[in-house]
């Protein structure tokens, strides 16, 4: 797949947010760009609160107030999706785009069991009857690798263990045969090998349908696994992005570099993690010029001065010294 | 660091749920009841000071464990028993128990303030003396998990997932508990902030002497953190022991199979095995070893005979074949 040539299914232009405060307003994106085509994954990847959610719930136009989009676009298929009426949002919701949430409790209904909450999803999106709709719930369960779905079908949420409450919300996200899934964590709260059937699973929807896929996980293995490119984000912005194997193997940003250094390996025990020392600064305290400086090693003065921009390369990181070239003495 | 002895012994432990239709339907329908087995007889031993981590499959039932040891969920057989320990303070009698849960969103107060979520265990149990002394504390441990401490002010939806989890973190680190019993405590976090908590929850063992109970999906995690290793199939145990032992080699098939399903950053393209067949129901498990239908190298007896934990090469092993 060749992410450059194909038309983008999901465009993402300057995408700035803001929550209006009471001391004022901050700004949780800033300025993010970014583009998947039809038939990709982009995994995106970064610092907890740098705002991956965020980016993945204003695409759906789920942002809830006092957050909103202050500035920037999205464009679906071609067709700006931001500022649609929240009446047509909703129907592109669930029809064209599916989201599976960080928070598996909130997509649930906890009164209703799990066959009426896919029965009732397939059927205000798909023109098929209840008797159809709930032969396709049941195949979705199967597919999600839910055992004895027979007998879960008609079981409440709380009677799940909590992975297979996030598979149930995979399967609703997948009702509509939607052209693009932001999914936010999708499998951290599974097992390796029911992880490997679903990544497996969306896997085959791209390369079976041309479905997009937005793909946000903290697990380096899954990204490396079923990407095909990676953004990485820090305090509201895209530092890098790029082709998966290249920004794994050859990491360009100084925090990418320090993420992929504080990977535990599963074939030997240390002593001790590698960790980036230090926290993200809160959205009121972020520093001016590149966000990272006061974590970084190879900070120098221009850094604390000047924000570094995101070059339009297929491989780029927002980095006034990236790791591509010899650190200055 | 004190002496190993054992904090937690658990004998012998079931849980079952009944899973049974409504009475009405099921005398119409001529339906038997349903019963869950969640966990079934299992037993072991914790020592003090050290990380005892449970694995296995979704749904398994190492969350049903996990709430039985913290006691929000009765054994429906069998016991689990806490010792009586010495703490630094000099105070001797059961350990304080505290559980980080699976879902940092479901177990946090949304009217609540962070700084209010924290601070209740150190006002319910008195941990300071007087508000100034616990508000310090609170901000404290908010920047002990990378969080500020102006972040006491605002409420949990204003932060991410992983920032949720932190607040979990912080809020079960402030009730100074001798034994934590950690659901799935870094799943929602980056490998960075990762790192940066597990590095802190091996120095507060350390220095502290503190337990924990360790449930992951992360193997990888897992290996990191553990000493002993439990691996949990439809509600038992299969194999444990030491946890090194068993990464090195593992020798219930099961186990096997598990540590070549995970995904890996330094092999992206190898062949994963998704485990075949497909995963038993806990309501209706399968005669014998509860793993036969999946398991490749079974043979006749093992659906006629169902194996149990023996002693094996430093560790407990319940299968047939694996002498
Ligand atoms: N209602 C709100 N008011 C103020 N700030 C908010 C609000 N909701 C989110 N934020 C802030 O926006 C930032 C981005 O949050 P987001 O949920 O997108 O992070 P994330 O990258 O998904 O992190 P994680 O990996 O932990 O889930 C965070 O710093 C968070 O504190
Ligand atoms: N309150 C309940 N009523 C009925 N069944 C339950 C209840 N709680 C748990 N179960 C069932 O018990 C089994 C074990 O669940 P448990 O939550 O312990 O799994 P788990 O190993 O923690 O899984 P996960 O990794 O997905 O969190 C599951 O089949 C689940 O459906
Ligand atoms: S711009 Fe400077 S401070 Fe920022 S990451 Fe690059 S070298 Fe480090
Ligand atoms: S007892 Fe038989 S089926 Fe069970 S794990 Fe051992 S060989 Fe496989
Ligand atoms: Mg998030
Ligand atoms: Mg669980």
Redesign the pocket.
Known sequence: MNATMAPPLLSVRDLRIVFDGRHGPLTALDGVSFDIAPGEILGVVGESGAGKSLTGTAVIGLLDPPGRIASGSIHLNGQRIDNLPAEAMCKLRGRRIGAIFQDPLTSLHPLLTVGEQLVETITTHLPVGKAEARDRALQLLKEVGIPAAETRID?YP?????????RVVIALALCAEPSLIIADEPTT???VSIQAQITTLLKRLCREHGTAIMLVTHDMGVIAETADRVAVMYAGNVVEIGPVDEVIRRPHHPYTAGLMASIPSIHTRHQHLHQIDGAMPRLNAIPPGCAFNPRCGRAEPFCRDVKPGLPGKSHAAACHFPLTEPAHA | MPEPSPILTVSAASCR???SPPALTRLLAHEPRRI?R??ENISFTVERGTTFSIV????????????MVVGLQRPTEGALHFHDIHRADGSFGPPRVQMIF?DPYASLNPRWRVGDVIAEPIRELRLRPDEAAVSQRVGDLLEIVGLSRGDAERYPHAFSGGQRQRISIARALATEADFLVC??PTSALDVSVQAQILNLMVRLQKEFGLTYLF?S?NLSVVRHMSDQLAI?YL?RFVESGPAETIFQRPRHPYTRLLLDTIPDVEQPNRQRKPMSGEVP???APPPGCAFHPRCPIAVPNCSAVAPVLEALDERLVACHRAA
């Open positions: 079981q709380h009677q799940f263990s909590g992975g297979m409450r996030q709260a599974l097992d | 749920f009944d899973v869950l969640a966990v296995g499959e979704s749904g398994c039932g190492k969350s049903t464990l996990a709430r699976q659901d799935e449930i999906h949990m509600g129901s806990p309501i």
